[in-house]
C-alpha cells in the first residue's frame, strides 16, 4: 500500500490542488484524481502532475515503444 504522504510534494500539496501539466484538467470532487509523476526528478518539486487519463495513456506510449 503506498503511504499517502508519499504523494505529496516537498511543500506538502497534494496532486488535486494543481492542473494536470498535460492537458490542464482542473480536479473537483468526484472528477478524476491527478498523480504526481517523478520521470527521473531529484526533488517532488519538479515533478509534474497527472490526471488519470494523461498518466494512462503516457503509460500505454511507453509500453508501445
Same mark, same amino acid.
Not at 35 to 55: F, I, M, N, T
Given at each position: 500500500m503506498i503511504d499517502d504522504d508519499a504523494r505529496h510534494s516537498v511543500d506538502g500539496s497534494h496532486p488535486n490542488t494543481r492542473p494536470c501539466d498535460a492537458c &490542464? $484538467?482542473?480536479w473537483f470532487a468526484? !472528477?478524476?484524481? $491527478?498523480?504526481?509523476?517523478?520521470? &527521473? /526528478? !531529484? $526533488? $517532488?518539486? /519538479? /515533478?509534474?502532475? =497527472?490526471?488519470? =487519463?494523461?498518466?494512462r495513456q503516457r503509460r500505454l506510449t511507453r509500453a508501445q515503444q
Open positions: &490542464g $484538467h482542473i468526484g !472528477e478524476r484524481r $491527478h498523480e504526481y509523476v517523478d520521470d &527521473g /526528478a !531529484e $526533488h $517532488h518539486k /519538479a /515533478a509534474q502532475v =497527472l490526471c488519470v =487519463l494523461c498518466l
